[in-house]
């Protein structure tokens, strides 16, 4: 089983959509999680931490359920710019290990 | 702050051929990390150095791939001799802290023919 699975997609959404994408990570020992976003041919850039009581920032809601070992990103009224690849990432907090990164959910809004 | 460099931006090289990137990363940042991403495999950890120390390199795919981090301002991926499986984007990133925030680089898109 992967560190961390996500649904590869693609989404494909009309603008003004609301859209949900899940993570699920494998070791239950993780303490920290993100998500990036990755446009086309363009490197990754964080969008967001996932905070155990969850988080908001505009219209990115980010959830964590500890017991199910998921996290969630929730995109509300969803903008052409929007499209892009997000991944899911997470500190598996075990010996040397950094950051891992999902293989990334691609999302296209349409107009 | 010019943010993580890398290069070269492009590389076309043939089957065996030796293939070194460079990188710097943000200066007052002590840990970073070499990835390769490929739409097979995603996004996969190489390596990633703390204050120039290797900390993990248990991501580098066999003896062909090496790195160095001589100083605090500069790291190289050396890649010898390619193979054309080894085609993929080979991002730098580098952060303050083994957990936090990475700040990536553009990335150096490798094609071994």
């Known amino acids: 089983r992967k560190e961390v699975e996500q649904d590869p997609g693609p989404f494909n959404v009309p603008e003004g959509a609301t859209v949900a994408f899940n993570c699920t990570y494998s070791?239950?020992?993780?303490?920290?999680f993100f998500w990036y976003r990755q446009d086309c041919r363009k490197e990754p850039k964080l969008l967001m931490s996932?905070?155990?009581s969850g988080n908001e920032d505009g219209r990115f809601t980010a959830q964590l359920n500890r017991a199910s070992q998921y996290i969630s990103l929730l995109i509300r009224d969803s903008k052409l710019s929007d499209s892009a690849t997000y991944l899911c990432?997470?500190?598996?907090?075990?010996?040397?290990?950094?950051?891992?990164f999902g293989s990334g959910t691609r999302l296209q809004v349409q107009p | 702050d010019a943010g993580v460099i890398q290069s070269p931006r492009h590389e076309v090289t043939e089957m065996g051929q030796e293939v070194t990137l460079r990188c710097k990363p943000i200066?007052?940042?002590?840990?970073l990390f070499w990835y390769r991403q490929t739409m097979m495999r995603g996004l996969e950890l190489l390596i990633y150095?703390?204050?120039?120390?290797?900390?993990?390199d248990s991501g580098m795919p066999e003896d062909r791939f090496s790195a160095k981090m001589p100083n605090a301002s500069f790291s190289t991926l050396k890649i010898q001799p390619s193979e054309p499986r080894d085609s993929a984007v080979y991002f730098c990133?580098?952060?303050?802290?083994?957990?936090?925030?990475?700040?990536f680089g553009p990335g150096t898109r490798l094609t071994v023919l």
């Open positions: 990133a580098s952060s303050m802290t083994s957990v936090g925030e990475q700040f």
């Open positions: 070791n239950s020992a993780s303490q920290s």
């Open positions: 996932v905070y155990s």
């Open positions: 990432v997470v500190n598996p907090y075990t010996g040397r290990r950094a950051l891992t």
């Open positions: 200066s007052g940042h002590d840990y």
């Open positions: 150095f703390n204050n120039n120390v290797p900390i993990d």
